[in-house]
């Protein structure tokens, strides 16, 4: 079966890794650059500055790099940036306090790719929602899973039946840089904190248009000598999976739905009941959150709780876009 995802929101599905401020420029987009063929690329007399000024103050070293880089012979990579995201780095780059350090997107051969367990795992998670119990009390997560599934090892693991590959690479062209804000819930009042945090992420339907849609392709089988009937609740299929995403992530939808209820959030709002529209046909089509940025409630079954976890913080693009939203559909 073909697994045929698309990016409503940016994600991002980080490496673990940084780019520092000095190992990029940004102009009219985004330069991942070689600082080794930087320095090659000076005469003598800029080299020797520049390792000097590198050696003592790392904000001139900044400045440096962008004025004398000859991008087009040192660039590894471009990326799209937004004019915020321009004005953040213009402003920011010269402070000597500023944190400009970005977020990289997992990569294989230096090229980003969707990994196939990040999807799974969007998936899983919705499953052990829809098989939750609704008595269940707050636990320990790991005890959680077992409760539900009746397994005891790793190896009796129901999803070891559920396998996704990962996607293909993602052009350059579809990827972003986005700057990350938090905001804080205080009563009915949103609060911004008061730093940036700029990750690599793909385009999107929101805020980049339909045409900005990153598509990826994913092989999903389902291996039935692997499932195990007597510790499911359920047997694993698509119509399962189509199922259980359906009520989770709507589930997650009109939760944050009621999260930003009120004028001071009247924006995010409005993105999430379109987000939502999307999935109000009769279709198999349905709505998955992967990545960083997804929130607690999105990665684990806080919902299902009677004495859940209520978070007071959530991470928005341009003040108003959720991350992670993705549109999926098994073929």
């Given at each position: ?235 694993l299929s698509p119509d399962i999976i189509i199922k259980a995403c359906k009520e989770f992530y709507g ?63 959530r991470k928005l693009i341009n003040s108003k876009y959720p991350l992670g939203w993705i549109l999926a559909?098994?073929?």
């Amino acid at each position: 079966m073909k697994l045929i995802l698309d990016t409503v929101t940016p994600v991002h599905i980080g490496s673990g890794e940084n780019i520092e401020p000095y190992e990029y420029v940004i102009t009219d987009k985004f330069y991942k650059i070689n600082l080794d063929k930087f320095i090659e690329s000076l005469e003598e007399q800029d080299r020797n500055n520049f390792l000097e000024i590198s050696a003592k103050n790392l904000v001139q070293a900044r400045q440096f790099i962008k004025n004398k880089a000859n991008l087009a012979l040192i660039k590894e990579y471009t990326a799209k940036v937004s004019e915020e995201v321009r004005k953040t780095y213009n402003t920011k780059i010269i402070d000597p306090k500023s944190e400009l350090s970005i977020q990289t997107f997992i990569k294989s051969m230096d090229k980003p790719f969707l990994p196939g367990s990040s999807v799974k795992g969007a998936i899983r998670t919705a499953l052990l929602w829809y098989c939750a119990e609704k008595e269940l009390q707050r636990e320990y997560p790991h005890n959680i899973e077992q409760k539900l599934f009746k397994y005891k090892n790793p190896q009796d693991d129901p999803f070891r039946a559920l396998k996704i590959s990962d996607s293909g690479f993602i052009p350059e062209e579809k990827m972003q840089i986005y700057n990350i804000k938090t905001y804080t819930k205080r009563a009915s009042l949103f609060n911004e904190l008061g730093f940036n945090i700029f990750i690599e992420g793909t385009n999107a339907y929101f805020p980049d248009g339909k045409s900005e849609m990153v598509s990826f392709v994913h092989t999903l089988h389902l291996d039935d000598s692997l499932q195990k009937y007597n510790y499911l609740n359920i047997k694993l299929s698509p119509d399962i999976i189509i199922k259980a995403c359906k009520e989770f992530y709507g589930a997650l939808i009109a939760n944050e739905l009621e999260f930003f209820r009120g004028e001071s959030a009247e924006g995010v709002y409005l993105e999430l009941e379109k987000l939502k529209g999307l999935i109000k046909d009769k279709s198999n089509r349905f709505l998955l959150r992967i990545g960083w940025g997804s929130q607690f409630d999105g990665v684990t079954i806080n919902l299902a709780m009677q004495n859940r976890d209520l978070k007071k913080s959530r991470k928005l693009i341009n003040s108003k876009y959720p991350l992670g939203w993705i549109l999926a559909e098994i073929k």
